[in-house]
Antibody
Framework: EVQLEESGGGLIQPGGSLRLSCAAS????????MSWVRQAPGKGLEWVSV???????FYGDSVKGRFTISRDNFRNTLYLQMNNLRVEDTAVYYC????????????WGQGTLVTVSS | QSALTQPASVSGSPGQSITISCTGT?????????VSWYQQHPGKAPKLLIY???KRPSGVSTRFSGSKSGNTASLTISGLQADDEADYYC???????????FGTGTKVTVL
């Protein structure tokens, strides 16, 4: 059974850093496309970043240069390093899987809340 | 990259059919057959309903169907049920740097 479990969210001041983790089970992270999608309180979904099976990474314009997506193949875990956080980064962050060469998200974690506030 | 445009809300009575539109451009919806739809109940993670415009994952009810014409994709829910009351989002691959773009979301109310 495919499962994704995010952790690492919390309250952080503007300008701070946070690292989110997503532990995967039931499949191999490095053999799939893995993304982060976020949802601000009461708002819609926003795609944040993806890491392809081959290792290429892409980012949304709003996080480019501040966020870094990575994975640990041994731990079968996905990460999102978030630096220079802004109030507008406040959101639930979902870890999401796509199969290779697919442009849809077939499995979602339950999300972890990141609150950026002074 | 702007979000795809969806109506803010759509409503219908039990048993009726409703259609949610998702309008983009030739750089996303119109340019690729990579439109997907997601259902999100309050406090829950989104769930995949439709992918590649009209394909249903295993386990998704046949009451959900998708289509596309030009730059607009559509999700139709037939035989509306109380549990269909949720938020619905479309998504499309895009040629812009963001790679994927979501719709603005539609709240479905079952009257």
């Amino acid at each position: 059974e495919v499962q994704l479990e995010e952790s690492g969210g919390g309250l952080i001041q503007p300008g701070g850093s946070l690292r989110l983790s997503c532990a995967a089970s039931g499949f191999t992270v490095s053999s799939n496309y893995m993304s982060w999608v976020r949802q601000a309180p009461g708002k819609g979904l926003e795609w944040v970043s993806v890491i392809y099976s081959g290792g290429r990474t892409f980012y949304g314009d709003s996080v480019k240069g501040r966020f870094t997506i990575s994975r640990d193949n041994f731990r079968n875990t996905l990460y999102l390093q978030m630096n220079n956080l802004r109030v507008e980064d406040t959101a639930v962050y979902y870890c999401v899987r796509s199969i290779v060469a697919a442009f849809y998200f077939d499995y979602w974690g339950q999300g972890t809340l990141v609150t950026v506030s002074s | 990259q702007s979000a795809l445009t969806q109506p803010a809300s759509v409503s219908g009575s039990p048993g009726q059919s409703i259609t949610i539109s998702c309008t983009g451009t030739s750089s996303d919806v119109g340019g690729y057959n990579y439109v997907s739809w997601y259902q999100q109940h309050p406090g829950k993670a989104p769930k995949l309903l439709i992918y590649d415009v009209s394909k249903r994952p295993s386990g998704v009810s046949t009451r959900f169907s998708g289509s596309k014409s030009g730059n607009t994709a559509s999700l139709t829910i037939s035989g509306l049920q109380a549990d269909d009351e949720a938020d619905y989002y479309c998504s499309s691959h895009t040629s812009s740097g963001t790679l994927d773009v979501f719709g603005t979301g539609t709240k479905v109310t079952v009257l």
